[in-house]
């Protein structure tokens, strides 16, 4: 089974504009996270999509949002870039149940936003 | 292929018990490994290892890292019922600046 996709890997942009990264979660997967993963904060969460519906939300600014598709391929979408959003990205796919408990989740390898 | 693997995947203990979880990872151009638990849905940061053999302690939960036989401890002493979570261990890389995570080891802990 392949695992989490997530493109593109790198990505530099300058602020002001705005970016969209993309996840394709393993298949059969319904449920898609995202997280920030910065040197300083940690692993933060932004959000999670299940069935195309965003199920939980982190603390981010409004211009941060999401979406998720028919095939559960989800993507972020960042506007108007500042410098402290650079940081790696992250996906995590899981086929969650919903039970309440954390579905064991997959991660994808990142996509690392530099903002210049 | 870099891998971080956990053990075991998944533990059932009585409250009080201590339990030790296990990481053990190969990839290249390591940099730190870092242990979090996940209760919900957002993983919350315990602690990130860089050196060997120094422990790393927080109150009843410590860990150390071992980088000749490539593995980290997490052990939680005098469990509670609220130490129920998922134990996630990711291992960051330098040079193609990525972090690896295991499947987690799902705890539960029994009152």
Redesign the interface.
Request: hydrophobic share 50%; proline share 5%; charged share 35%.
């Given at each position: 089974k392949a695992g989490v996709t997530q493109t593109p890997r790198y990505l530099i942009k300058t602020r002001g504009q705005q970016v969209t990264l993309s996840c394709s979660p393993i298949s059969g997967h319904r449920s898609v996270s995202w997280y920030q993963q910065t040197p300083g904060q940690g692993l933060q969460f932004l959000f999670e999509y299940f069935s195309e519906t965003q199920r939980n939300k982190g603390n981010f600014p409004g211009r941060f949002s999401g979406r998720q598709f028919s095939n559960s391929r989800s993507e972020m979408n960042v506007s108007t870039l500042e410098l402290g959003d650079s940081a790696l990205y992250l996906c995590a796919s899981s086929f969650s149940q919903g039970t309440g408990f954390a579905d064991t989740q997959y991660f994808g390898p990142g996509t690392r936003l530099t903002v210049l | 292929e870099d891998k971080v693997v956990q053990s075991p995947l998944s533990l059932v203990v009585h409250e009080g018990d201590t339990v030790t979880l296990n990481c053990s990872y190969e990839v290249t151009n390591f940099r730190s490994l870092?242990w979090?638990k996940?209760?919900?849905?957002?993983?919350t940061?315990l602690f990130m290892l860089t050196s060997s053999g120094i422990e790393k302690k927080s109150g009843r939960l410590s860990s150390i890292l071992d980088k000749k036989e490539l593995f980290s401890i997490l052990n939680i002493t005098a469990t509670q019922t609220g130490d129920s979570?998922?134990y996630?261990c990711?291992v960051e890389a330098k040079g193609d600046?990525?972090?690896?995570?295991g499947?987690?080891t799902?705890l539960h802990i029994l009152p």
């Open positions: - | 870092l979090y996940q209760e919900k849905k957002a993983p940061f979570a998922v996630l990711a600046d990525k972090i690896i995570f499947k987690g799902r």
